[in-house]
């Protein structure tokens, strides 16, 4: 539709779908079955997405296979144990988080760079934009399923070329995101980590400067 225009509800509504967009992890997945319309509805987000130069360098893997959830579960779990121990005096708070919900949720989705043989327009100078574009599609994806009343929680603690020998991916395709999607049993107004005290919420007048970096920073 050419020039739409929004009015002040639909406003409203792309608002209200960002700020109750949550991290879900397996503690809040229900195993009602996530149908095949609705997850072309979220690939559809995803490829719609900006791109540098167009490129569109990404792809994705539709998980539902029991086993290979249970093998990325594996690769998790590994990882998960090395990475506690890097909290030092949270150690024990990180050991009782619910990082992932692989085997909970009903869909997985791997999302990979698939990067250019050619010069990408506009990636000339900041080699990491392909990745960024892909991050793009990974943000348009949680959206538009929160709007469609789905779940989503990305895992990042994982061995990632493990992941890609499970998946068989090409060599030289880079795993940038692994997305557990599904129903969920609530919502939370708050994200979960903030509520559990890992982490406060940064005012947002700390974080924006006007034409130059101003105080201690
Ligand atoms: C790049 C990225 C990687 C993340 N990796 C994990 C992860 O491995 N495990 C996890 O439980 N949450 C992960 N998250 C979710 C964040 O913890 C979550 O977004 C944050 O706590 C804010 O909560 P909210 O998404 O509900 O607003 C990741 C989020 C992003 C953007």
């Not at 990067?115 to 991050?135: A, C, I, K, N, R």
């Not at 049993?185 to 007048?205: M, N, V, Y």
Request: charge should be negative; charged fraction near 25%; glycine fraction near 6%.
């Amino acid at each position: 539709m050419k020039n739409k225009q929004f009015s002040q509800e639909e406003q409203s509504v792309i608002e209200q779908v960002i700020q109750l967009r949550r991290d879900i992890r397996g503690n809040h997945f229900t195993d009602q079955s996530v149908s095949e319309k609705v997850i072309e509805q979220i690939l559809s987000a995803a490829v719609s997405a900006p791109s540098v130069g167009y490129s569109q360098p990404w792809e994705f893997v539709v998980i539902r296979d029991r086993q290979i959830k249970s093998n990325i579960a594996d690769i998790f779990a590994i990882e998960n144990e090395k990475a506690k121990h890097q909290f030092d005096q949270k150690e024990s708070i990180y050991g009782q988080l619910k990082l992932e919900g692989i085997c909970e949720a009903p869909v997985n989705i791997a999302v990979f760079y698939k990067p250019d043989t050619l010069p990408v327009l506009g990636q000339t100078s900041m080699s990491s934009m392909g990745e960024y574009s892909v991050v793009c599609a990974v943000q348009n994806m949680w959206l538009m399923a929160r709007a469609l009343n789905v779940g989503v929680g990305w895992v990042s603690i994982l061995d990632p070329e493990r992941v890609k020998a499970e998946l068989a991916v090409p060599k030289a395709n880079q795993l940038v995101a692994y997305l557990c999607v599904g129903y969920v049993d609530e919502f939370g107004t708050k994200p979960e980590l903030e509520i559990l005290k890992w982490a406060d919420r940064k005012e947002q007048h700390s974080l924006v400067h006007y034409d130059r970096y101003s105080g201690l920073g």
